[in-house]
């Protein structure tokens, strides 16, 4: 079962989605696996606000779009019809890879959205 109701917005910088049916022990939960299985470890968790990393910064500043880091924060906010909003934030702009790094970071993006909408 999917807990995705529709997306609210999409831009290079941030995704918001809507959820419904679960709550947010339950959806961070689901979203810790998920974002585990793409390679994703988290790098800081707060009530409701959680950072995901994937690669090693050091490295793509010193070798560019041929080392791959991704960076982004997840926020988990219930609205008042009991539903939660979740954004997604770019975090790294993949500038330190020249073009193709900020290439490579909005299509992760587009592809972390594609993948949240499957929770």
């Not at 022990?25 to 995901?52: A, D």
């Not at 960076?71 to 939660?84: A, C, Q, R, W, Y």
Request: hydrophobic share 40%.
């Amino acid at each position: 079962m999917t807990y995705f109701v529709k997306n609210l917005q999409a831009t290079s910088d941030l995704v918001s989605n809507l959820y419904n049916g679960i709550d947010t022990k339950g959806l961070t939960e689901k979203l810790h696996e998920t974002m585990f299985q793409q390679g994703y470890k988290v790098i800081s968790e707060n009530l409701g606000n959680i950072t995901y990393e994937k690669g090693n910064r050091v490295m793509r500043l010193l070798f560019g779009a041929f080392v791959k880091y991704f960076k982004f924060t997840v926020t988990l906010t219930p609205n008042t019809e009991g539903e939660l909003v979740v954004n997604i934030f770019k975090q790294t702009s993949g500038m330190s890879g020249g073009l193709i790094g900020m290439n490579q970071v909005k299509n992760e993006m587009n592809r972390i959205s594609i993948i949240m909408q499957m929770i």
